[in-house]
């Protein structure tokens, strides 16, 4: 980490630790004596530019969070291997039995974008390109759905497609299968629009996403 970076964060901590921090001080301090407690295990993509907390307006210890490349979620497998995502999604439903989780795709997606490149093949490169396997399903899906589409459009439409499919892929994990049919469990899809601030869910009864605030529909578009 360069100078000027290390300096960048060390002035934000300081001001975290001065103003944030003691603006929610006995939070943090249940929160260290109780332990968590979150609403709902959010899945979202790696991007930098998508803050969970900030998009949800959420407290500490309100979001039990999992980033990954693409928010995918990788089907089921019974091994031995490592499997990040897949025990932190163990985890917030068998031990701190959360009744929500939140898949959430966004625009402007990195992962999503490569779909559409060729990328050759290197060692620094296997593990990522293996990962994006988990997006040529709703790749498949767009382009027969918008063959007519120019370029933005179609990525805007995998995106989309893209959160439906890892929504059928939590359901091959058996925790998370037996508490939906049990109704114990909800899962929710969304689409955050980095550049208009916006959140869509899935509507699974109409089959589209729709604005997550009833308060947008009164807004001029």
């Known amino acids: 980490m360069s100078d000027k970076v290390l300096q960048e964060f060390e002035r934000g901590h300081e001001a975290f630790r001065t103003v944030n921090f003691k603006q929610n001080e006995e939070r943090f301090k249940t929160l260290a004596e109780k332990g968590q407690n979150p609403k709902a295990l959010f899945i979202g993509c790696s991007d930098s530019r998508v803050m969970p907390a900030m998009i949800t307006g ?5 979001l039990f969070i999992i980033r990954n490349i693409g928010n995918f979620v990788a089907p089921y497998q019974p091994d031995a291997n490592y499997h990040a995502t897949a025990a932190a999604i163990e985890y917030a439903i ?16 990195g992962a999503i974008a490569s779909l559409y490149k060729n990328i050759e ?9 293996k990962w994006l396997e988990l997006g ?3 790749k498949k899906i767009a382009m027969m759905s ?13 995106e989309k497609a893209s959160v439906i499919f890892q929504l059928e892929n939590l359901l091959t994990y058996p925790a998370v299968k037996k508490r939906v049919d049990q ?16 959140i869509e869910y899935y509507d699974d009864e109409k089959y589209e ?6 308060k947008v529909n009164g807004e001029k578009s």
């Open 94 to 109: 068998s031990v701190l039995e959360l009744t929500d989780i939140i898949v959430c795709g966004h625009s402007h997606c």
């Open 146 to 158: 918008v063959p007519s589409a120019n370029k933005e459009e179609l990525l805007r439409y995998t």
């Open 209 to 214: 996403f729709t604005p997550l605030s009833s």
């Open 121 to 129: 093949p290197t060692d620094e490169n296997i593990h990522t390109l």
């Open 183 to 198: 109704d114990k469990l909800f899962l929710h899809g969304w689409y955050y629009d980095i550049e208009g601030g916006l």
């Open 58 to 62: 959420s407290k500490p210890g309100d």
């Open 136 to 138: 040529e399903a709703p």
